[in-house]
């Protein structure tokens, strides 16, 4: 048992290590760049649009949150120049009522229902409302100039709208933060959301942009120009059926294109961060099944779908090490269930031979400096963790965001297994459905939460 835990955790080691040092070298790049943390411009929200928007909302069976949903959008927009897409399915009829009740409110909603029974795939679900859009736009001879896409359960944010029109001016596609949000209870499963998308949207998708990689889409708060989205769609439809995570290609798609991209951080006139806010799952079943959809699509069947950039120039070496990043969650979660599990067999194996009196065998001598640098890194990983999560939430959750690490572990191994069940099963020509996660809303003020940043 000893040899095995010993085995187990050198190559542990190893991967953490290797691991760690690409992580050290985005966050040596983060903070060795003051324009990488330089505060967030200010939006003034007031000066009409120049930009026609469609938001496009697809849905499957969300009938508790959709309604909360667009009423807030209603408000927090009230008066823009905007229509909103909502696709539903026709034999979902409560999402459906729910819709029809505020677009009797609201005569910037619009229903698209779906003409194949769902749930088919939310790219599929995209691909109708596209169509919708499109004879919209036949019909009343004008074109939109920007596609933004939204979730059931987004809160969205006053100014969102006013820094998509800055932003489109010079951009084919921009993404805003994502700001998780708390809930009152079962904060340690959704609060692990907190801390991923902190470092994610504060420092690592700030360095992807700055190194010249692609920036993917989040699938929430993010707008393309009109003429990239049919550009990508080639006069058919814009997101492939057959994807789990079409926004994410969508936005590598554009980058790998040559067309300017950003990710957009702004504040609105009251000086709060304008950003997307929204519940995640707060139970580990739905968490499982939202991550495994993430990892099925990114680092399996996207791996098949998109590969790697072509060339040994730096734009293609950035691009690969991002997809690289993207794609090394299967073998992550290998090395951290070698880690906790070496751990503990070497724990017993300690306890049993000391108990016993028996004479331990001796370790390699380079298991001690793996080990210790291997420390080294987890330790910077936490602290890092901790900054940006303190940033966003304050230093209660900063703290919190520590042992939530260990939570984000436990969830990404179970949605590793789970995600290489669906790849397995769509090589084998199963039929891709939308695998919906079950989403919850609360009584929000138009002003929500205003997160510091």
């Not at 003034?44 to 928007?53: D, F, K, N, S, T």
């Not at 994502?178 to 420092?203: M, S, T």
């Amino acid at each position: 048992m000893r040899a095995t835990s010993v085995e187990l955790l050198l190559f542990a080691a190893v991967f953490i290590l290797l691991f760690g040092l690409g992580d050290m070298l985005i966050d040596a790049l983060w903070l060795g760049n003051r324009t990488m943390r330089a505060p967030a411009r200010k939006v003034v929200r007031g000066r009409p649009l120049a930009h026609r928007m469609a938001i496009l909302i697809p849905t499957w069976r969300e009938a508790e949150v959709i309604g909360g949903t667009l009423a807030h959008a209603s408000a927090a927009w009230r008066g823009e120049p905007y229509r909103i897409y909502v696709g539903v399915y026709a034999n979902d009829g409560a999402t459906l009522l729910r819709v029809a009740a505020q677009a009797a409110l609201d005569a910037n909603i619009r229903i698209v229902i779906h003409a194949r029974h769902g749930p088919t795939t939310k790219a599929d679900c995209l691909n109708a409302i596209w169509r919708a859009l499109r004879a919209d736009e036949t019909i009343e001879g004008d074109r939109y100039d920007a596609i933004i896409l939204h979730d059931a359960e987004d809160f969205v944010d006053p100014a969102e709208l006013a820094a998509f029109d800055r932003a489109l001016y010079d951009h084919a596609f921009v993404q805003l933060p994502v700001i998780p949000l708390i809930p009152g209870r079962g904060a340690w499963i959704a609060g692990h959301y907190c801390d991923e998308f902190a470092e994610a949207h504060q420092k690592d998708i700030i360095v992807r942009h700055r190194i010249g990689a692609p920036i993917p889409a989040a699938g929430v708060g993010c707008a393309f120009r009109r003429d990239a989205i049919a550009m990508m769609a080639g006069g058919g439809d814009p997101f492939c059926a057959d994807s789990l995570v079409e926004d994410y290609e969508m936005g590598l798609a554009i980058g790998q294109a040559g067309l300017p991209s950003t990710f957009f951080r702004a504040r609105g006139p009251d000086g709060a961060l304008i950003a997307v806010r929204s519940h995640f799952p707060a139970d580990l079943e739905s968490s499982v099944r939202q991550k495994a959809r993430w990892i099925a699509g990114i680092a399996l069947s996207g791996w098949d779908r998109i590969g790697w950039a072509g060339g040994w120039n730096r734009r293609h070496i950035a691009s690969n090490w991002m997809l690289w990043r993207d794609r090394r969650t299967v073998l992550s979660a290998i090395v951290t269930i070698a880690a906790y599990l070496g751990a503990v067999l070497l724990v017993s194996s300690q306890a049993t031979t000391a108990f016993l009196g028996i004479e331990q065998a001796p370790v390699p001598a380079l298991m001690g400096p793996l080990l210790a640098a291997s420390s080294v890194v987890l330790v910077w990983r936490l602290a890092m963790r901790f900054v940006c999560t303190a940033r966003l939430y304050g230093r209660a959750e900063g703290l919190r965001a520590v042992p939530r690490a260990f939570v984000s572990n436990v969830v990404s191994v179970v949605a590793v297994h789970r995600a290489l069940v669906l790849y397995i099963k769509a090589l084998c020509g199963a039929q891709l459905r939308w695998d919906k996660t079950p989403h919850v809303t609360s009584a929000v003020p138009l002003r929500i939460e205003r997160i510091r940043s």
